[in-house]
């Protein structure tokens, strides 16, 4: 009868004669490989050279090879006159690379859960990959515009700070950290608040803001109203918090508020998300008057104005309105909006402008999914706050993508007259471009894709009523801009003809 090591060794070693690895190598790294797991414990005694042999239906040399080979890499030792024995070596990890299908299903990982769990379809990943040389977005920012080389420099110098490793260990918080009283001053000068940092909270983006506003206020089927065109990252958030979304128009003046009076009765509705600076994804504004009576009817009709701000900064024409929020003197506005957009993505931080006792329900939540935050993303920010440094960066940014958004429109005069129409956006990143003719987006897709365009199916809206684009032009240089309108005009001639 074998010996334990030698059916642990006879069960799970086997190998390929006509495979391009050495059968002592194969049989060499399937012991590793049991050792690694746990079959062979350190000190095992393994079997001589011609039992091994024998067992394993090998020549002799070769179960000597397999030794050999063990103890150049440190996994055994070899006593002369007294055995080969197993070792544990520190550290040690080897890629495994054996052969047999016995051990084929150790050196993989299962591809699916071996117990049910709930999935959501909510939640789907609309992110889109493509190799094409151009891409439109939805109005991303260009990082190229990022100074590296400065932020390199600050980067490290808050690194240095001997205040960093005490941040990072105190037991207790701070009443009110710096970093927050610098961004209530900040947003008070240009947002035209008058905050305390009891009413912010800073998160990482502006979708993780929602996520915790939502959960904050919303219960299974409570009623929020979006726009007949929104934002889907929000929809996809209120649809995983059980909301039910309801529709609502949206016409040159932004968000219908008399579409609200009409049709729906007090209590009956928890919230209405709005972006009232820049409706998304057409860009129109809501008016001075709408926003009044938006802000009547929910102390009326008692519900939440969630207001998304998300790119406030980027103003070009004439000065930007200031947001709801600031004439809230009823609390019933959450504003939600982003510092540092002209940043690198690593540097830009979302937040919460709300009532005190919002803000510290919201902070419970905080704690769960980011306690501690970025420390010297924050230190880094409120430097550039109290130096100016972060107007002067947004102005000079700001500049250039207006010199952009006058180019596309210059673009879309010479080659898109006969196609489309569209407004010259006074600020934000995007231009909503309405086809006429009718033409199949999809099919646009697809022959932009093949003159290395790629239209991600996000920017694309059509229906029986719409058919338009929300075209990004930010991270596109005039040369870029150029190039993306001759594709589109191409491939619209293409499917016209």
């Given at each position: 009868m074998n010996s334990p090591v030698n059916n642990v060794l006879e069960s799970l070693i086997a190998f390929n004669?006509?495979?391009?690895?050495?059968?002592y190598i194969q049989i060499a790294q399937?012991?590793?490989n049991a050792i690694q797991r746990g079959y062979l414990p350190e000190g095992t005694a393994l079997p001589g050279t011609r039992t091994l042999g024998e067992l394993l239906s090998i020549n002799r040399n070769t179960a000597v090879a397999v030794y050999d080979e063990l103890a150049s890499q440190g996994w055994v030792n070899i006593m002369p006159n007294k055995g080969t024995f197993v070792l544990m070596p520190e550290n040690k990890t080897v890629a495994i690379k054996a052969v047999t299908?016995?051990?084929?299903?150790?050196k993989t990982y299962p591809n699916t859960a071996g117990f049910p769990f709930q999935s959501s379809f909510n939640l789907a990943s609309t992110q889109e990959f493509s190799g094409c040389k151009h891409v439109i977005n939805d109005g991303k920012p260009d990082l190229r515009l990022h100074p590296t080389f400065q932020f390199a420099k600050w980067y490290s110098a808050s690194m240095k700070r001997a205040s960093l490793i005490s941040k990072w260990n105190q037991t207790?918080?701070?009443?009110?950290?710096?970093?927050?009283k610098q961004l209530?001053?900040?947003?008070?000068?240009t947002r035209g608040f008058h905050i305390k940092p009891n009413n912010i909270l800073s998160t990482r983006s502006t979708e993780m803001s929602l996520y915790i506003v939502s959960q904050l206020l919303i219960q299974q089927k409570d009623v929020v109203l979006v726009g007949n065109l929104s934002h889907y990252k929000s929809n996809m958030i209120f649809q995983q918090a059980g909301a039910n979304i309801k529709t609502i128009p949206v016409d040159v003046d932004g968000l219908d508020v008399d579409f609200i009076e009409k049709n729906f009765k007090k209590n009956s509705i928890r919230c209405v998300y709005v972006c009232a600076h820049r409706q998304y994804p057409t860009t129109v504004a809501l008016t001075a008057a709408r926003r009044l009576k938006l802000l009547t009817l929910a102390t009326a009709y008692n519900f939440a104005i969630i207001e998304d701000d998300f790119d406030y900064d980027f103003q070009f024409d004439g000065s930007a309105m200031v947001p709801m929020a600031s004439a809230d003197a009823k609390g019933v506005v959450?504003?939600?909006?982003?510092?540092?957009?002209?940043?690198?993505?690593?540097?830009?931080?979302?937040?919460?402008?709300?009532?005190?006792?919002?803000?510290?329900?919201?902070?419970?939540y905080l704690q769960i999914l980011d306690k501690q935050g970025d420390l010297i993303q924050k230190q880094i920010l409120t430097e550039l706050i109290v130096e100016g440094e972060i107007h002067r960066l947004i102005k000079k940014n700001i500049t250039i993508y207006?010199?952009?958004?006058?180019?596309?429109?210059?673009?879309?005069?010479?080659?898109?007259?006969d196609y489309a129409t569209w407004q010259a956006p006074v600020g934000g990143l995007a231009v909503w471009l309405n086809f006429k003719p009718r033409v199949s987006l999809v099919k646009l897709a697809k022959k932009t894709k093949a003159r290395d365009l790629f239209l991600p199916k996000t920017i694309l809206?059509?229906?029986k009523d719409i058919c338009a684009m929300r075209l990004g032009y930010g991270h596109l240089n005039e040369d870029e801009i150029e190039n993306v309108i001759k594709i589109l005009k191409c491939s619209i001639d293409e499917i016209l003809l």
């Open positions: 004669k006509s495979a391009n690895t050495s059968i399937q012991i590793i299908q016995r051990l084929d299903t150790l207790q918080e701070e009443s009110y950290t710096t970093f927050s209530c001053n900040y947003l008070n000068a959450i504003y939600l909006g982003r510092l540092g957009q002209s940043f690198f993505p690593s540097f830009q931080i979302g937040f919460i402008v709300a009532p005190e006792n919002i803000i510290n329900e919201a902070k419970n207006k010199q952009r958004r006058d180019y596309l429109c210059s673009c879309l005069t010479k080659y898109f007259k809206y059509q229906n």
